[in-house]
């Protein structure tokens, strides 16, 4: 789907083959005015070239490249380099650029081809604003983003592709191509993927430990990653702030053990720490209790950047002195990092005369077929969730009524650039039907607030700059009046009428000065209304938690609690839901527009405790609807969203994402049907939050978390998505028919027929579920997708190659993949739970054999625990996982064979604290027949493990599960019968 050429040639370099990169260019020459080796259009492999310029670095300057800012070395003509751009859906941070749908908005698209071409306009950008200013636009980007999407409560849920690896990986291969770049040698751009691995929560994120059995981690959430880096469009991954079994990501030994042995060749993967990620490790996680320990660890587990302090170098460099003077960090290892980084440098042409992307400037930035694309992407990702008595398309000769808290903006979230123009719904669909046919509304109230022990009224400056708010007793609406939008059920925005400005604060002051709400963690611009016993309202201050007080006539924001508080009396001027109703209500169709706030109510630093819209535009909805029977509801999202009375009541729903400055276009094109809507949903939405598990709970499996396990009852499917059109699947053939043999290739074809009477595209989906196993599989999995687009009456076959090694799964048992001898159920459907024709598919694997328990047997590797009493922790603080079990907690082995009676066992333990604790062993259930037992003595330390042994009585037969149980708490690495 996506070319993956760079990979033969990355593996070639890799192999040592020499690379012209500009026949019979001459090299530069060092200050000797000796050839140097490295820089000029040198033909030399890559690896000799950098490995030429390391043995010219001193150590000092060897330390400075494995910092975000690395300096200048003069005297060997590098120049300075940073890590670092942000690139999710455009440019971020850099000024104009153009901005595209959020990738949640790309991931609705489920169309690699376009993702690929997105990657390439926003590469395309990030060269031209560099190779213009070489210092403020850095080459190095850190996108796309491919946490899997499996809570959606998880604040940065916007940052993300899909819930499944298949979707993702393929969109991710798509956006690194294009962000990469066609030359099969040169980068455009260095994509890092962001953030390795299992991070999905914001609350305690840098605490956060996510426990991954080992069938999970390598099944699940280490394959969104493995596309990009084993293709060679990306050159490394971010290490996220959280822990993974008790160990740090930052210090994680997959960086170096999976990441690069992924990759087309390993010595040219670079590594980057998130940001503040390395000053954790002896913080909040206190994993080492020095940094110079902390920075060497991290180098030694695969980190190559450290990403600390901004621009200053001074921790790093100090840490990684004091760490090679101690003899806990080698020179070796400090040359090996430089090397990484050094090859990206190489590779983006830094020391070479000319590379394909020289001739990009900032004229690229909002080019036209920019424009063009981002309208595209914004068209295809828009989801038709529901579409009852064919309400859409509206009719060019209807009058409308656009109205909602979103019909006249359009948002940008964190991580986006600033776009040359925004088009919102309301411009879209005037520009589209004319002015005269266009009503509007907000559905929004607008206030007065008058303080009770003056009956002041709280007043605001008209100036475009505003002013400080200030009580006044005289009577002047102009200036006394705010539109107050709600964005969570304790989050309002309050827009002064007099300037249209935001109140904001400013040195504890309250002031109508701000564009737009902004800011990290909290935005200033938000603030709750708090109901306090006297009837009276309060307001508090989201993000200092003060309250607003008055004195003197002036107002500021310093109140501790309630009773420090001004109380107002909140006076509504003009009924939102009321007058967006009455518009409505006069229009032939009424569309309403509304939604979430990026900034506000989840996103990083913040989490969702819930799923629903707040309550003002939750009676919106309800008074739209009643209002109007052509209801059309529009709701743009980070996220899922709860909306069940909608789904019970509103005619037709759209959804998209906050979709960039070509929202409004392309939200007219779907809605008056110049193109049929064909996103489909990249993760499922709940009903409501209600039964869903901790957000830090990562045992998906157990949970029943995402399509694959499960999730009951959704309010909307995993790849769900309506048409305006209607489609056929028949004619599913499976070849071969007999059984699929190891090496081969199955192939699925199945015919689909546009049998509507629009031109419209389809997202043909292939799944699978396994019938019988050893372990618990899926419900069903995702096997491929194929968008095609199909005119009226039109047919075409659509085929499917399936490779017999993607049947496969992670086994416990022998720590290694497998492919089970096993009937698979075939399906094509339009979404997770919506399936045409079926076929069933022999797949002639292996039988995992019975358990033997006479090898060493990790205790993570066990088939069952009694999950919410034991941990998953670092066996040591470098390398492996054990067990943490508490009183009574146990982990089961299933199907041991236990034919040669073994008659002792000895368990691997860890203990720091004193008393007592005993490790049981038992059949059949944790309270089952006991086998033996053995004490478990302090080891000192939970990183010093001891053998305890005892003997076996009665551990005979066969399939039978042995139980490890504890008494008492202790650690429990590996169990062994002999």
């Given amino acids: ?169 393929e969109l991710a291969l798509g956006y ?18 962001k953030h390795f691995f299992a991070y999905n929560n914001e609350t305690d994120r840098t605490t956060t430990n996510a426990e991954l059995p080992p069938r999970l981690l390598h099944d699940y959430y280490l394959q969104f990653f493995r596309p990009p880096v084993e293709a060679g469009t990306a050159v490394g991954v971010m290490a996220s702030y959280n822990l993974v079994n008790g160990r740090p990501n930052t210090v994680s030994p997959l960086l170096d053990r999976v990441v690069r042995d992924w990759a087309p060749d390993g010595s040219a993967v670079m590594n980057v720490s998130d940001a503040w990620a390395p000053e954790t490790l ?30 200053d170098d001074t921790t790093t460099v100090e840490a990684l002195s004091e760490a090679v003077d101690r003899g806990i ?30 001739d990009l400037t900032d004229e690229v930035v909002g080019a036209r077929e920019h424009r063009e694309l981002a309208r595209k992407a914004a068209q295809e990702g828009t989801v038709l969730l529901k579409n009852d008595d064919g309400g859409l398309p509206i009719s060019d000769e209807r009058s409308v009524a656009v109205v909602g808290p979103l019909a006249d903006s359009v948002f940008t979230d964190w991580y986006s650039g600033t776009p040359p123009y925004r088009i919102t719904a309301e411009e879209g669909i005037r520009d589209r039907i004319g002015a005269d046919n266009v009503t509007t509304a907000q559905g929004i109230d607008r206030i007065a607030l008058q303080e009770i022990s003056s009956g002041s009224y709280v007043t605001a400056g008209v100036s475009p700059g505003g002013g400080g708010l200030y009580l006044s007793d005289q009577n002047a609406p102009g200036v006394q009046q705010f539109d107050a939008a709600q964005w969570s059920s304790d989050a309002w925005t309050l827009r002064a009428t ?61 109140g501790e609690t309630e009773s420090d508080a001004a109380r107002f009396d909140v006076e509504r001027r003009r009924n939102g839901v009321q007058d967006a109703a009455r518009t409505a209500r006069d229009a032939d169709v009424a569309v309403l527009v509304v939604g979430t706030h990026p900034l506000i109510g989840a996103r990083e630093t913040h989490d969702r405790d819930d799923l629903d819209l707040p309550e003002s535009q939750r009676r919106l909805i309800e008074a ?32 998209t994402s906050h979709a960039g400055q070509e929202t409004g276009r392309a939200l007219a094109d779907v809605l008056f049907g110049d193109v049929s809507p064909s996103g489909r949903l990249p993760q499922t939405w709940p009903r409501s939050a209600d039964g869903l598990p901790d957000i830090k709970e990562y045992n998906i499996a157990r949970t029943g978390m995402t399509y694959r396990y499960g999730q009951e009852n959704p309010l909307y499917a995993f790849g769900h998505g309506l048409s305006y059109s209607s489609f056929r699947y028949d004619h599913l053939r499976i070849s071969p028919r007999s059984h699929l043999s190891p090496g081969e290739t199955a192939t699925v074809k199945v015919r689909v027929t546009n049998t509507g009477s629009m031109a419209a595209d389809d997202v043909v989906q292939l799944y699978s579920r396994q019938r019988r196993s050893r372990t618990r599989q899926p419900e069903q999995v995702l096997r491929g997708f194929e968008r095609v687009h199909l005119e009226p009456g039109e047919r075409t076959c659509i085929e499917f190659e399936l490779d017999y090694d993607e049947f496969s799964f992670w086994d416990v048992t022998r720590n290694r993949w497998v492919v089970e001898r096993a009937k698979h159920d075939v399906a094509i459907g339009s979404a997770s739970d919506d399936f045409g024709p079926r076929r069933t598919l022999r797949v002639d694997g292996e039988r995992i054999p019975q358990r033997d328990l006479s090898e060493e047997t990790r205790t993570v590797d066990a088939d069952d625990w009694s999950w919410s009493s034991i941990e998953l ?4 603080k470098a390398d492996g996982t054990t067990v943490g079990f508490s009183d009574g907690s146990w982990v089961a082995f299933e199907d041991v064979d236990l034919h040669d009676r073994p008659e002792e066992a000895a368990v691997s333990v860890a203990r720091a604290e004193g008393g007592s604790a005993t490790a049981e062993l038992r059949l059949g259930s944790p309270d089952g027949r006991l086998l033996g037992s053995a004490d478990v003595p302090s080891t000192g330390d939970v990183y010093e493990y001891e053998r305890v042994t005892t003997a076996l009585r009665g551990a005979t037969g066969g399939h039978r599960t042995v139980y490890l149980v504890a008494r008492g708490e202790f650690r429990a690495h590996t169990v062994q019968f002999d």
Avoid: C
């Avoid at 690194?176 to 993927?193: E, I, R």
């Avoid at 996680?285 to 190559?304: I, P």
């Fill in 1 to 169: 789907m996506v070319d993956t050429s760079r990979r033969t040639v990355l593996a070639a370099i890799s192999a040592g083959s020499a690379l012209s990169l500009n026949s019979g260019a001459a090299s530069a020459e060092t200050d000797d005015g000796t050839a140097n080796g490295w820089s000029g259009d040198s033909g030399e492999d890559v690896d000799e070239r950098v490995a030429a310029l390391v043995s010219r670095l001193t150590l000092d300057e060897k330390l400075t490249l494995l910092h975000q800012y690395q300096p200048p070395i003069p005297r060997l003509d590098m120049d300075a380099f940073r890590t670092g751009t942000e690139a999710l859906h455009g440019v971020s941070w850099l000024g104009e650029a153009t901005v595209f749908p959020q990738p949640i908005g790309l991931g609705s698209t489920w169309d690699p081809d376009l993702v690929e071409r997105v990657g390439s306009a926003v590469g395309d950008e990030v060269r031209g604003k560099h190779n213009v200013t070489p210092s403020a636009a850095g080459l190095n980007v850190w996108a796309p983003t491919v946490d899997p999407l499996r809570d959606p409560r998880a604040g940065r849920n916007e940052e993300g592709y899909s819930e499944d690896p298949l979707l993702s990986g």
């Fill in 176 to 193: 690194t191509s294009g962000l990469s770049g066609d030359d099969p040698y040169y980068l455009k751009t260095a994509p890092s993927l």
């Fill in 282 to 311: 002896t913080g909040a996680q206190a994993h080492f209790d020095t940094k110079a320990k902390a920075r060497a660890a991290a180098v030694v587990a695969g980190l190559d950047v450290f990403t600390e302090h901004g621009p």
């Fill in 329 to 358: 960090l080698s020179e070796n290892e400090i040359d090996a990092a430089v090397g990484h980084v050094l090859s990206v440098r190489f590779r983006l042409g830094e020391f070479d005369r000319e590379t394909p992307y020289d």
């Fill in 498 to 558: 007099g300037n249209n400005r935001y109140v904001t604060v400013e040195d504890g002051q309250l002031i109508n000065s701000a564009e737009k709400p902004y800011g990290w963690e909290e935005v200033a611009e938000a603030f709750e209304f708090v109901r306090l016993d006297d009837g009276s309202t309060a307001l508090r201050h989201r993000k200092t938690d003060a309250f607003v007080t008055a004195a003197d006539g002036g107002l500021a924001v310093d």
């Fill in 624 to 655: 739209v609807t009643s209002a109007n029977r052509r209801t059309v509801l529009v709701l743009q999202s980070s996220y899922p969203v709860a909306i069940n009375w909608a789904d019970r009541h509103t005619p037709s729903i759209l959804w």
């Fill in 873 to 876: 922790l670092d066996k040591s």
